[in-house]
């Protein structure tokens, strides 16, 4: 069963449980980190943009996991099938990062060792800025990118929880197909971000979740005859029995999908993404693996992005067949231990 939130009010009721479990086209209900019952270790709050393009791409993280925080970044080139990845760790936040309560009204800016990050919403979207210096050995990785965002489209929205402990929760919204432009510099390497091909993918999180946990996860978004598509693909977490995370953006509107599966023996061997009613049925070809194991004792997580190109047929809510040729996105497991 999929249920819609249409009613704004809070996220949590007075002892920390969802007050209603289904997905929204927007983050109507008011989260606060003062309501969430679980200590500051199992809140986990992040910002995540992927900017991609035919033949390049940028990956920014700020995340506040309460044991660390993290501001990572990723250079992708997708004509050498390479990245190149740096980060900046921060022990113990513990919510320091003041990072805001809602994805439309406040901005993220953090520094750390001369690397500066900034995403700032806007009357028509956001802008994403980075200065990392110290970047690949001190090449340097500097983005200033705009990302539109007609604040009236749909965006995909999640509420969900845990069946065995209904304290720990998920709110999430994704935005997969945010056309950019701007700028992104890799030591002597300009990219201009003007081409119409270049889109963003946004990920805002924040939650209480339990110490394991296993996610799949995948985006991509283009233009089809000029209209703007985008789709979000994941699961293998929290309880999905009032809402899935599966949807198709088309022309700034949801089509709300099922579920979804990841078919794949190999990371960077193909994969097959399908759903049980044949509304989605895609070939993802991948073109590398950005793999990367933190393992600090307690906490642990091991990430598999696969970068690729989707291929396929999504179905619209009334019927409506898109065609999808190769375009750049990704897909991903991600285990933690947090």
């Known amino acids: 069963m ?10 949590l009721d007075d002892s920390g449980r969802l007050v209603e479990r289904g997905w929204a086209r927007t983050p109507i209900r008011r989260y606060d980190r003062d309501d969430i019952a679980p200590g500051w270790w199992r809140i986990k709050e992040w910002d995540y943009y992927a900017v991609l393009g035919p033949s390049f791409g940028v990956a920014i993280t700020v995340a506040d996991l309460g044991y660390l925080g993290l ?79 007609d ?19 998920y709110y999430n919204m994704k935005d997969p197909a945010l056309p950019a432009r701007g700028s992104i510099t890799l030591g002597d390497r300009a990219e201009d971000g003007d081409e119409p091909e270049l889109f963003g993918v946004h990920d805002w999180g924040r939650g209480a979740w339990p110490y394991t946990s296993t996610w799949y996860w995948g985006a991509g978004g283009t233009r089809l005859d000029g209209v703007r ?29 099922t579920d979804v ?11 097959q993404i399908t759903s049980p009613n044949d509304r989605v049925d895609m070939h993802f070809e991948p073109l590398f693996d950005r793999d990367d194991v933190t393992n600090l004792g307690l906490l642990k997580t091991v990430q598999h992005q696969v970068f690729g190109h989707y291929s396929g047929s999504l179905v619209l809510d009334d019927g409506t067949t898109l065609e999808i040729d190769e375009v750049v996105g990704f897909a991903e497991e991600v285990q933690n231990r947090w």
């Open 2 to 11: 999929q249920h819609e939130i249409t009613e704004q009010g809070p996220l």
């Open 71 to 149: 501001l990572s970044a990723s250079w992708l080139d997708f004509e050498t099938h390479q990245e190149v990845g740096d980060s900046e760790i921060v022990p113990l936040p513990r919510g320091n990062f003041d990072l805001p309560a809602h994805p439309e009204s406040g901005a993220v800016r953090l520094e750390r060792r001369g690397v500066e990050v900034e995403f700032v919403p806007t009357s028509d979207g956001r802008t994403v800025s980075l200065d990392y210096p110290s970047f690949d050995d001190g090449r340097g990785l500097h983005v200033d990118l705009t990302l539109e965002r």
């Open 151 to 169: 604040p009236e489209v749909d965006a995909v929205v999640i509420v969900s929880d845990w069946e065995a402990n209904r304290r720990r929760f």
């Open 229 to 257: 598509v985008g789709w979000n693909f994941g699961y293998g977490f929290s309880d999905r029995e009032q809402a899935t995370e599966n949807a198709i953006v088309y022309d700034g509107t949801v089509h709300k999908l």
């Open 261 to 271: 599966e990841f078919h794949f023996d190999d990371y960077t061997e193909s994969w």
